[in-house]
């Protein structure tokens, strides 16, 4: 079964703080981009990556990543996935999403999500147990101190990481219905009724989002000198 690698990274990552678009952001003398990619590359499970970026920035993307298409996204996170799907084309039986802000996946979480579908699974993603005790609050309540509504059992959660897998068809399905946004590829199976299942994940898996996760992603690589164990 081929496999095809969508990668979003069309977005602005304003929450960094930095000047460019997160994906652009330099991690260890190589941008976030160019970490994630290499690390599809050397997990062995891609017969062709399609990387989604803003419109602007498609020459300088190719520049840094020349061996995968480029294409331009959209202004959400499903419009870039569907350009990816239509970059891609009819030739990948599972497809991977994988967010670029997550460059230091190792092999294994992606080897584990190709063999969930391989093994009949129309959706897969990795996730970990959630170690936090969890509060659900009322919002509508004051900014400063919101009232705890209950406590969540969190034997039953996940925190849900990519990359994200699924039959061509099913993604296609999913992202059939553009009339609603949700924050993963997994949500819009979710929503058109597509079984989702989840393997174990890895705490390197884990998204560059503020300063720290930069901070703490960029110790990682100087003291491992690993980027994809």
Excluded: N
């Excluded at 970490?35 to 498609?58: F, H, M, T, W």
């Excluded at 230091?104 to 005790?133: E, I, N, Q, Y």
């Excluded at 058109?192 to 884990?206: T, Y």
């Excluded at 300063?211 to 110790?219: F, G, H, S, T």
């Amino acid at each position: 079964m081929s496999t095809g690698v969508i990668v979003p990274a069309a977005g602005s990552g304003t929450r960094l703080g930095e000047a460019l678009p997160k994906a652009f952001v330099d991690l260890d003398g190589r941008s976030i981009l160019e970490v994630c990619v290499a690390g599809i590359v050397d997990a062995g499970i891609a017969d062709s990556v399609v990387v989604v970026v803003p419109v602007d920035l498609i020459d300088t993307a190719r520049t840094l990543v020349p061996d995968v298409t480029v294409v331009a996204g959209g202004a959400h996170r499903s419009e870039s996935v569907r350009a990816g799907l239509d970059a891609l084309g009819s030739d990948y039986d599972i497809v991977l999403v994988h967010d670029a802000a997550r460059p230091l996946v190792p092999a294994s979480v992606f080897r584990r999500v190709v063999d969930g579908v391989r093994a009949g699974h129309p959706a897969v993603v990795p996730g970990l147990p959630v170690a936090d005790t969890l509060k659900q609050v009322d919002p509508s309540g004051s900014s400063s101190a919101e009232r705890v509504v209950a406590t969540v059992d969190r034997e039953v959660l996940r925190a849900i990481q990519t990359p994200q897998g699924f039959t061509r068809e099913a993604l296609l399905r999913a992202h059939a219905d553009d009339s609603g946004l949700a924050t993963d590829d997994a949500g819009l199976a979710e929503r058109c009724g597509i079984d989702v299942h989840v393997v174990p994940g890895d705490p390197l898996a884990f998204k560059i989002t503020t300063p720290w996760d930069l901070r703490i992603a960029r110790d990682v690589l100087a003291e491992t000198g690993k980027v994809h164990p």
